[in-house]
């Protein structure tokens, strides 16, 4: 079983910063896919951004530019920079690993999820 735990979520101005971190056990950690994604309140959980084991990146159009996934193998860590952060950003964000299926924007083929940290941005 693959525990995830995000961290760092909280409330910032318009045009700040956070940073996420989704912590995750078990030692396969280096071999699984890693997204975000984010589900704001009446609406369903979409795609922010996934990193493939060997480091390929994807983003969705929205936050193409200003937000960045890395990860850390050596500390089983993912972590999301969001930069230039919107009101509209505002959701509740979510670290799921363990892609298992052809693509990756689609939750359900994603195995594994944290239970989210609450990011606010105001005006």
């Known amino acids: 079983q693959v525990q995830l735990v995000e961290s760092g979520g909280g409330l910032v101005q318009a045009g700040g910063s956070l940073r996420l971190s989704c912590a995750t056990s078990?030692?396969?950690?280096?071999?699984?896919?890693m997204g975000w994604f984010r589900q704001a309140p009446g609406k369903e959980r979409e795609f922010v951004t996934a990193?493939?084991?060997?480091?390929?990146?994807y983003y969705a159009d929205s936050v193409k530019g200003r937000f960045t996934i890395s990860r850390d193998n050596s500390k089983n860590t993912v972590y999301l920079q969001m930069n230039s952060l919107k009101p509209e950003d505002t959701a509740v964000y979510y670290c799921?690993?363990?892609?298992?299926?052809?693509?990756?924007?689609?939750?359900?083929?994603?195995?594994?999820w944290g239970q989210g940290t609450q990011v606010t941005v105001s005006s």
């Open positions: 799921a690993a363990g892609l298992s299926g052809p693509e990756y924007t689609i939750v359900e083929y994603w195995s594994y």
């Open positions: 990193i493939r084991s060997g480091g390929v990146r």
């Open positions: 078990g030692r396969t950690f280096s071999t699984f896919a």
